[in-house]
């Protein structure tokens, strides 16, 4: 039996007064074949394991971060939307993000910003209700427009797995922002176009700079990496997903920001690790990179 679907995390301060909890929004479970695409069994299945059906048990995290003032939500699970075959084939228990702020004593009202890492079933499954109004009424959802341009393109990848009518219907109700490659919401939290996954993915960059040394204190700076990491079971940097859609692009700016998280101290969070989130990451003697001990 799975743990609690709904739980929060304690509260951990950044630079520049930014504030992030862990917002557990339930369950689902991929496919591991899928998870971990060309990684042999033997490499990961030391990290963990599947169920009968070939499946991980994997979290639907979110973060709520308060900072200058606003609140800004990073993912919107696989919300309500979803019917029943689908949800037994994909494992998801929970997955409404509205249900799982209020479980924890937190008002969906209260959202200035949600952020959407990309738009895959369980990260944008969240973003409007069974009658398509946006569950976040207050909110700006902020979405890379690469990703937007993308779920209205011709690409054969991408077709019906993006979550385009939630899209228009936030939209229509002018509540989307589309955001262009790194653009601050507020003081101390960035969105940063990652692409990779897919072609607009983001990752969030949380806490400020302190000149010198690496970054001033490690608690200083965090990064929610959306699925360019998914679980830090994917730290090795060329562990690509058969869902990744650009492995190559995923595989560079990985290496490219895993290097800067292990040396500078990042905390990192992970969409869909199972485990304590954040964590930090350390290089090992091969030149490789691995959750820190």
Not at 42 to 53: G, H, N
Not at 165 to 171: C, G, I, K, T, Y
Not at 259 to 271: M, N, P
Request: charged share 25%.
């Amino acid at each position: 039996m799975s743990p609690p679907l709904h739980e929060i995390g304690e509260a951990r301060s950044f630079a520049g007064g930014v504030s992030v909890r862990v917002v557990r929004a339930g369950w689902f479970r991929p496919d591991a074949g899928g998870f971990f695409g060309v990684v042999p069994k033997p490499l990961w299945s030391r990290f963990t394991e599947t169920d009968e059906r070939g499946r991980l048990l994997c979290r639907l995290n979110l973060l709520l971060i308060e900072a200058g003032g606003k609140r800004i939500l990073v993912e919107t699970g696989t919300g309500v939307r979803m019917n029943d075959k689908d949800r037994d084939i994909k494992g998801v228990e929970g997955g409404d993000p509205t249900e799982a702020l209020r479980a924890v004593g937190e008002d969906p009202a209260s959202i200035d910003f949600v952020v959407v890492t990309h738009l895959h079933y369980d990260h944008a499954g969240g973003m409007v209700d069974t009658d398509g109004r946006p569950l976040f009424p207050n909110a700006r959802y902020v979405v890379q427009r690469d990703d937007a341009e993308a779920a209205h393109g011709d690409e054969l990848r991408v077709q019906g797995i993006m979550e385009v009518e939630q899209l228009d219907a936030v939209r229509a109700a002018g509540q989307l922002a589309e955001v262009n490659g790194e653009v601050e919401l507020v003081s101390g939290v960035r969105v940063l176009r990652t692409g990779g996954h897919t072609r607009g993915s983001q990752a969030v960059l949380i806490g400020l700079d302190r000149p010198g040394g690496r970054s001033g204190d490690p608690t200083d700076r965090g990064i929610f990496w959306g699925d360019l990491i998914p679980t830090r079971w994917q730290i090795p940097v060329r562990w690509t997903s058969a869902y990744d859609d650009y492995p190559i692009d995923a595989i560079e700016v990985r290496n490219e920001l895993v290097a800067r998280a292990a040396s500078e101290g990042w905390w990192c969070y992970f969409t869909h690790d199972p485990g304590a989130v954040p964590i930090r990451i350390e290089a090992t003697e091969r030149g490789g990179y691995r959750a820190a001990e």
